[in-house]
């Protein structure tokens, strides 16, 4: 888990089948050194395994990630930056279908997937 390692959580909310929270990057991470040395990022499979992590969080189970058709990232997000993740699922028979985002003032990474 990256859960209070390389992230931890403020103002987190669970409602139903939604959670918000903002995320704070740890910058001292070993993630950061190498990605990328001089001008960290927060790599794109972090930001799909925080969304993952925190929807089994909120399942109480372990989740697969089965289809991604949708994963856009819109601007690079810096260790520096707190982030607002908004999530949203359904289930549908054994599947959960999920839309995910993060943002500031604007949009930063947008996802949909369907897990099991």
Request: proline share 5%; with cysteine; net charge negative.
């Amino acid at each position: 888990m990256l859960l209070n390692d390389f992230y931890t959580l403020d103002n987190a909310h669970a409602d139903g089948n939604s959670f918000s929270a903002t995320i704070r990057f740890n910058a001292a991470h070993a993630i950061f050194s190498g990605h990328f040395p001089g001008q960290p990022v927060v790599p794109g499979v972090c930001m799909i395994q925080i969304v993952k992590e925190l929807l089994e969080e909120c399942m109480e189970r372990k989740i697969l990630l089965t289809q991604a058709p949708q994963v856009k990232f819109l601007q690079l997000i810096t260790p520096e930056t707190a982030p607002v993740l908004l999530m949203s699922w359904t289930q549908e028979k054994s599947d959960i279908v999920l839309t995910a985002g993060f943002k500031t003032e604007k949009d930063l990474f947008k996802m949909s997937a369907r897990f099991c």
